[in-house]
Structure formats: structure tokens, C-alpha cells
């Protein structure tokens, strides 16, 4: 008798266990909308520190010449990059009176790190962005407000999420 409640025991003990290490409940993604800005997190898988981004989509159609395209801001690693349809070839981006910056690569045009990351910075207090996107169908320009992306750091933060020291 005493063996075989030793053996109930154990297997309750096995299948609690299971649920507890290897089951664990999956940490949800959280989304937030400000404007058109979308703003979303999530730990990142066995490391525990966020996986935020910030993505603005904007689009435009003009007869027969229609782009629609994505400002990304992955906020881990500082990059920020344009991506679309029809594929960008070419983008510059501008925050305010701030000099230009500009990426030159097919489909995924990636800003340079340091000069994406005064850009970051100029978008926390700036009050407008300019982007023009170069494809080989044409030329397409943009023009957006970062108050969506002000708010959406604001809500990353009131996430109690911590975020790189280039982020303040």
C-alpha cells in the first residue's frame, strides 16, 4: 500500500512538473495603436529582455503607379529600415530641419546604425517626418507625424519594459 501511494505521488509529482517547467504559460505580445503607429512587445525567447518594434505603414496611389511601404524601428538594435512594394531601391528620411539621412539597398533598405539612431532621437521630440522612397517604378514622398511613435515609447515604458541605455 505505502509502495503504490509512493507511485501516485511520484506520477502527480512527474506530471506537475511537466506543466510547470516545460509548459510554461507563453508571455502575449502586446500591441498598442497610436495614429497609424503600431507598437509591439514581447520577451525575447530565453532571454528575458524585450523584442519591441515600431512600425508606421503608409502608402500612395497615383493612376497607375501605387506604392505602399513601412517605417520599422527595431528598438533592441537602434536599426531602422523601409520596406515595400514596389521595392525600395533608394529612401531618405528626414526628421524636422535635421539633415538627411539615406539607405541605398534592394527591397530592405536599412539606415546606417549611428545615423538611424539621431534619428530615433529626433523623432522623440520632432513634430515632422519626411520620407522619400525611390523604386525602379518611380519616386514616392511622404510626409507623417511621430506622435504616434512618441506615444508608443511612452507605452512601451509604462510596460515596465527596460529598453538599451540609447533609449532614455
Known sequence: MHSRCFRIANIFFVIFSIQVFLLRPAI??????????????????????PDCSITVPFWQARGDLDGSFALVVILQTGNIGIVGQPFPVKAVLRVDKNPPIECRQMRYCVFPSAQALAVTNQMKVGSLILIDVFTVKGTFSFSLTPKGYQAGMAKIRAWGYRLSPNYP
Not at 28 to 49: A, V, Y
Request: negative net charge; glycine residues 14%.
Open 28 to 49: 502575449p505580445k502586446q500591441t498598442f495603436r497610436s495614429d497609424e503607429w503600431i507598437t509591439e512587445c514581447e520577451l525575447g525567447p530565453g532571454t528575458g529582455t
